[in-house]
T-cell receptor, first 113, second 116 residues
Framework: EDKVVQSPLSLVVHEGDTVTLNCSYE??????LLWYKQEKKAPTFLFML????IEKKSGRLSSILDKKELFSILNITATQTGDSAVYLC?????????????FGQGTILTVHP | GAGVSQSPSNKVTEKGKDVELRCDPI?????LYWYRQSLGQGLEFLIY????????KSGLPSDRFSAERTGGSVSTLTIQRTQQEDSAVYLC??????????????FGPGTRLLVL
């Protein structure tokens, strides 16, 4: 059974801090890893990673994948209160359920002013 | 449309009643997915549709759950004889295709279901 584990489960920081969120996975026939930000209901897409060692960057957020060690990290620099959200990691794997994503339990990030 | 839409946004029902949840995917997206998110939990896959292929129902938790996708667009998730453990946020997502490069799933706002 595919498995995705995120850590920490929750994190409280102050504005300006840098945070690193972790995602490790055990899946059959890995295809891609995705990061989402969930503030209220709808998760919003951040990054999709397919190749090892190539950093994806968008403003203060960046992410990298290590396919050998089976993990990814999401970095947020100079955090702002608007970064407070649940960050979800998901992995797409091959096989019969080709389209589905397996999600981790999420990391709750709280940024205090 | 501009994004995935879902209705209703909130639904309160009594145990034993049937409910129908609707999802309108992004125009042109061929793949459609349903997930469930219980309080404090990650998203749990339920079912997905890809074009005219038979849907992958491997995530449906029981035979009380079913889903249809009419005309390759709108989808309805039906829960029969609802139970209190069905209370959750039901999220729908769509993508251009399920397995190629354009596989990023975009989510709707969800339907929050409460079974009393």
């Amino acid at each position: 059974e595919d498995k995705v584990v995120q850590s920490p489960l929750s994190l409280v920081v102050h504005e300006g801090d840098t945070v690193t969120l972790n995602c490790s996975y055990e899946v059959t026939n890995f295809r891609s890893l995705l990061w989402y930000k969930q503030e209220k209901k709808a998760p919003t897409f951040l990054f999709m990673l397919t190749s090892s060692g190539i950093e994806k960057k968008s403003g203060r957020l960046s992410s990298i994948l290590d396919k050998k060690e089976l993990f990814s990290i999401l970095n947020i620099t100079a955090t702002q209160t608007g970064d407070s959200a649940v960050y979800l990691c998901a992995v797409r794997s091959g096989g019969t359920s080709y389209g589905k994503l397996t999600f981790g339990q999420g990391t709750i990030l709280t940024v205090h002013p | 449309g501009a994004g995935v839409s879902q209705s209703p946004s909130n639904k309160v029902t009594e145990k034993g009643k049937d409910v129908e949840l609707r999802c309108d995917p992004i125009s042109g997206h061929t793949a459609l997915y349903w997930y469930r998110q219980s309080l404090g939990q990650g998203l749990e896959f339920l079912i997905y549709f890809q074009g005219n292929s038979a849907p992958d129902k491997s995530g449906l938790p029981s035979d009380r759950f079913s889903a249809e996708r009419t005309g390759g667009s709108v989808s309805t998730l039906t829960i029969q004889r609802t139970q209190q453990e069905d209370s959750a946020v039901y999220l729908c997502a769509s993508s251009f295709e399920s397995g190629g490069p354009a596989q990023t799933q975009y989510f709707g706002p969800g339907t929050r279901l409460l079974v009393l």
